[in-house]
């Protein structure tokens, strides 16, 4: 009967200390571009939807220049400053 030697694992901090795994570099092609082969071409972008912005005001204040609005559109959360410039002065001769 035949013993052998029981094998251990590497403990956990040498496993750690060992570093981050390498990857294999993502292949280059014609154009040099990660993964963009002769074969495969780059996958189309998503369409973007398209909406018209619901603005809605989310503060707003008078300043020098006019008054300027925060406002927010109610669909996809888009925002945007807005300023109302105050009216021209008349002047009386």
Do not use: Q
Request: positive net charge.
């Amino acid at each position: 009967m035949s013993t052998t030697a029981p094998t251990s694992l590497p403990s956990r901090a040498a496993r750690i200390g060992s570093g981050p795994a390498t990857a294999a570099p993502a292949p280059s092609g014609h154009d040099g571009a990660p993964g963009n082969t002769a074969h495969t071409s780059p996958a189309p972008a998503p369409p973007r939807r398209v909406h018209e912005h619901a603005w809605h005001a989310e503060s707003s204040h008078p300043t020098s220049e006019g008054i300027v609005s925060y406002v927010r559109c109610a669909r996809c959360g888009a925002r945007r400053v807005e300023l109302r410039p105050l009216a021209p002065r008349v002047s009386r001769s």
